[in-house]
């Protein structure tokens, strides 16, 4: 079955270094790929989406680009701040969504200032 | 206005009472969601309903029970509840089966005693 791996935290930095959360998938089709945001007491929010290979998904100064060769979709982001941290999921979407969304375990980040 | 409005946002009861978590959602959409999200942050699909039917059950123990009377509402009933139901519920909706984003309530913490 489709499955997501993301690395797991909680991961720490400081305001404005640069930041990676890896994720690599399996998926039996050509699946959508998002990363959701679950700020401190609320819902998840879609921050950025790509739906075929080399899309590259952009929202707040995140970014990851859609990789099939290696499988993966790294979130990245130049210059983090204190109000990034949450926890980020990567999650897949496979056979046209008809089996919702798959998601990876999670990773808390957390920013000092 | 919210999106998608959960109640009650928490919930603590004992073992082997029967509670259920309503959902609504005023975006028009035609698919609706039940995640369960683990101690440990893991988010995992349960069930999925398009305009009032059934079309994901994940291998959730027949003790839960969603209930769509129409498709701007999911209900979740659970029965007998046990301690490892302890978890925070969240319902979503999409456009359409598959339509991304899903859109995320703000969850309820439910917390067996």
């Known amino acids: 079955g489709d499955s997501v791996t993301q690395m797991e935290g909680p991961v720490t930095l400081s305001e404005e270094a640069f930041l990676t959360i890896n994720c690599t998938y399996t998926?039996?089709?050509?699946?959508?790929l998002f990363w959701y945001v679950q700020y401190p007491g609320e819902g998840l929010q879609l921050l950025l989406k790509?739906?075929?290979?080399?899309d590259k998904g952009s929202n707040k100064g995140f970014e990851a680009t859609y990789r099939k060769e290696t499988t993966s979709f790294h979130l990245e982001k130049g210059s983090v701040q204190v109000s990034d941290s949450a926890v980020y999921f990567c999650?897949?979407?496979?056979?046209?969504?008809?089996?919702?969304?798959?998601f990876g375990k999670g990773t808390h980040l957390i920013i000092q200032p | 206005d919210t999106a998608v409005s959960q109640t009650p946002k928490y919930l603590v009861t004992q073992m082997g009472n029967d509670k259920s978590i309503k959902c609504e959602q005023n975006l028009g959409h035609d698919t609706m969601y039940w995640y369960k999200q683990d101690s440990k942050k893991f988010l995992k699909i349960m069930f999925s309903?398009?305009?009032?039917?059934?079309?994901i059950n994940e291998t959730v123990p027949n003790r839960f029970s969603p209930k769509s009377p129409d498709k701007a509402h999911l209900n979740l009933h659970i029965n007998s509840l046990e301690l490892g139901d302890s978890a925070v519920y969240f319902c979503?909706?999409?456009?359409?089966?598959?339509?991304?984003?899903?859109?995320f309530g703000d969850g309820t913490r439910l917390s067996i005693l």
């Open positions: 979503a909706s999409s456009l359409r089966v598959g339509g991304q984003p899903q859109h």
């Open positions: 309903y398009n305009n009032k039917e059934l079309i």
């Open positions: 790509a739906t075929k290979a080399d």
């Open positions: 999650a897949l979407s496979d056979q046209g969504g008809a089996d919702g969304l798959t």
């Open positions: 998926a039996t089709g050509y699946p959508s």
